[in-house]
């Protein structure tokens, strides 16, 4: 198939869900995070950064709107490779939010092309609670038309200059079960995730972690190293690389500290990076 700059501007089908204190526990408990703040029911429960990924996969599942020439097998072919997340606020137990989908920019590149997806959550009173940047690689796919350049207003980066070592660093075991324990949790099913068959006819060669579990891990384990609270976390950014093997062992490494900018990386058992140009940005 190809990928035709005529999808830039198409707008997905728009979805909205109840974000049940059910629902924000078990994803906190799929990435797995055991701190106390993220299931205190009874104060003010602490929402994980990631979870807006979750409701996000809700829109792309449910999908039946797809730009014109491509089919649902097709678009299911993306491979995502780059995430930045900025929380304008955190999601409230039991509010029901409205999510928002359109296609921002396509792009070539030498393995195929590239498609931007932009993500806009909100409230009942028509207020932003996230805004996402999703970027897909299409491998081995060409770009019909024009790359085009997103019209948007979205911030640059905080600056977070790594160190010549590692501030911190800590591994992380991520057992046979965890992807199942992840889909179910987040409520985020993609069967090359935990069937190897499935796995098998995508052309891996076992199932793999999804790209966002190794992320919302690496954010549990760096703030941590780092020593702040999870709520102080209003912006995720990264680019996704080597895929991550259930049964292996991940190393989540601290690189920078400087003002409100976390930085680090996510390491796979073979030293390649399944997590890179990472920036955790902070409240004030």
Known sequence: MPLRDTAVGHRLDTITVLCDTRWLMAYAAGVPDERTELYAT???L???PLFPVAPEWQLLAGNRSLPRGMTPEEAKQ???IGHDLIIARR???GESITVHAHIAAVARRASGATQVTMFVASDDAGDTVWRTRFTSLFLGVELEG???TEATDWPPLPESVPTADPLASRQSFVRSIDAHVYSECARIWNPIHT???AARRAGLAAPILHGTATLARAISIATDLADVPLAAVSRV???FGSMVTPGSTLDVRLLAVNGNALGFD????GGRGAVSNATIHLRR
């Open 42 to 44: 009874d104060t003010d």
């Open 146 to 148: 024009e790359p085009s």
């Open 237 to 239: 950014a990264c680019q």
């Open 195 to 197: 069937d190897i068959t």
């Open 266 to 269: 996510v390491l796979d058992e």
């Open 78 to 80: 993306g491979i995502h």
């Open 91 to 93: 999601v409230r137990p």
């Open 46 to 48: 602490c929402v994980h």
